[in-house]
């Protein structure tokens, strides 16, 4: 089987025509989308993620603000790091970059964050509200995944709104930004969901489960955690890891996904690169909550999940 690529840096680039219109739509009627992240510590694909994000919301002119906190930072500051962003107003969306030090459980921070500002849904009331199928804020990795998901199924006949009727959606990863949250959207997509966890892989029960999948997400930080012989025939296998490895040779760092690409592509009937896949993606839609947050806080028609279904 020679599997389909998703492009991911295609679908990005569609979508980035789209975000532009709307962040010109909000600009007409006097609104100035603001984002803020907050990064701790120098964990390498945050600080990337946070470059790219910040590229992307000074070509859109949406403002932009950089919190860097150092690794060993006390929570009591980070914790006063999240309120004076919540008192800003010019700021309509806060990104948490993770990984967090030990000492800033993430937890206490989302308890903080102001849940019109919580463009990932991580707040114990966005977080509820996606659970229950009326998402505020879809979260931008998941919608992602399911965005190339939805693409992939329209480009081969299938109609997402019945796609994923009854199919084994196995999830690897359970974290509060990608894992859970892509378990609802795949119960509110009538899929059957398998939710895999580091303590399935320590069970040694991992295989078992992602045999199952005809669609496996996999967002764990580990790469080639799921390789060919852990999927069957005409899976449609998503890949969220990004792992920076280093080169021994030459020095450079490039990164891989979770997936043991080649061996997993030889089975699947579709399959999501790293880089060009999940991420792209990822980017357009956090500014695209940007955008919505700040629509909502305005009082002004918002933008509707780029038209994706709950
Ligand atoms: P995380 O918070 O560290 O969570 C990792 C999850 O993987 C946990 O649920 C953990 O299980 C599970 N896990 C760890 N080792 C495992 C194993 N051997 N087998 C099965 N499951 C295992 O990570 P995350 O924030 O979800 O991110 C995951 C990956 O995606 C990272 O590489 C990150 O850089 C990347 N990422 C990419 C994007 C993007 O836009 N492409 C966005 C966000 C994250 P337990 O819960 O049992 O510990």
Redesign the pocket.
């Known amino acids: 089987m020679t599997a389909t690529t998703i492009d991911g840096n295609r679908l990005a680039g569609e979508l980035h025509a789209r975000l532009a219109e709307e962040v010109q739509d909000l600009r007409a009627s006097g609104v100035r989308p603001g984002l803020a992240t907050v990064l701790v510590g120098e964990d390498y ?1 945050a600080q990337a ?1 946070e470059r790219r994000v910040r590229r992307l919301a000074d070509e859109l002119d949406c403002r932009y603000v950089s919190e860097q906190l150092p690794a060993d930072v006390e929570l009591a500051d980070a914790l006063a790091t999240i309120g004076r962003l919540n008192a800003d107003p010019r700021i309509t969306g806060i990104l948490v970059l ?2 967090l030090p030990a000492q800033v459980p993430e937890v206490d921070l989302y308890r903080l964050l102001d849940p019109a500002k919580d463009i990932e849904a991580v707040t114990p009331v966005n977080a509820g509200l996606l659970a229950q199928g009326r998402p505020r804020f879809i979260p ?2 998941p919608a ?1 995944c399911f965005h190339m998901l939805d693409e992939y199924m329209r480009s081969t006949g299938r109609d997402p709104a019945t796609a994923y009727d009854g199919v084994n959606l196995v999830l ?8 859970k949250p892509a378990v609802w959207l795949g119960l509110q997509r009538n899929a059957t969901v398998i939710s ?7 069970a040694g029960r ?1 295989p078992d489960f992602t045999r199952l999948a005809d669609i496996v997400i996999v ?4 790469p080639g ?1 799921v390789t060919g012989d852990m999927v069957r025939d005409g899976v449609i296998a998503i890949d ?4 920076p490895v280093r080169d021994e040779a030459t020095g450079k760092v490039h990164l891989v996904g ?1 997936l043991d690409f080649e061996s997993v592509a030889a089975r699947a009937e579709a399959i999501s690169p ?1 880089p060009g ?3 792209p993606i ?2 357009i839609w956090l500014l695209h909550n940007t955008v919505r947050a700040a629509a909502m806080a305005a009082h002004v028609e918002r933008p509707r999940h780029f038209g994706m279904a709950p």
């Open positions: 694909p993620y993770r990984p931008s990795t992602a690897v990863g359970r974290s509060n930004n990608v894992g895999a966890h580091h303590y399935t892989d320590r991992l967002a764990v930080g580990v955690v969220v890891g990004i792992n979770d790293v896949g999940v991420g990822t980017d």
